[in-house]
């Protein structure tokens, strides 16, 4: 959560390489763009966007800590925030590398 893996990804690529960051949570985005900033990180690039099959808006649901945030609805009371989704194809990731997603469960 907030940017641990994208700062040790921007390690492994070094400074030719780029580490793109998707954080479909506003508060979460929040905290990797303040953890990017305090690292001196300039390889990596933050998205406030999810990614899914179909580009449009979905609803995140998630309790008091960020790391519970998913797009699947267990029904229990919590925060819920539309957030906009993009087709990767649709916003030029065409030439990745590797990709390490957080699945909801």
């Given amino acids: 959560n907030y940017g641990i893996y994208s700062l ?3 390690r492994v690529v070094g400074s ?5 960051a998707f954080e479909p949570t ?5 905290m ?3 953890h990017l900033l305090i690292n001196q990180v300039a390889n990596v690039k933050g998205f406030n ?4 099959d ?3 808006e979905l609803t ?15 029904g229990e009371s919590g925060v819920s925030v539309n957030v906009p989704v993009h087709r990767g194809d649709d916003i030029g990731l065409d030439d990745v590398f590797w990709i390490l997603p957080d699945r909801s469960q």
């Fill in 54 to 56: 179909e580009p449009g």
């Fill in 26 to 30: 506003p508060s979460t985005y929040n």
């Fill in 16 to 20: 030719k390489g780029q580490v793109l």
């Fill in 60 to 74: 995140i649901h998630g309790g008091t800590h960020s790391g519970t945030f998913t797009f699947r609805d267990s």
């Fill in 49 to 52: 966007i999810g990614l899914a």
């Fill in 8 to 10: 040790c990804a921007s």
């Fill in 32 to 34: 990797l763009t303040a």
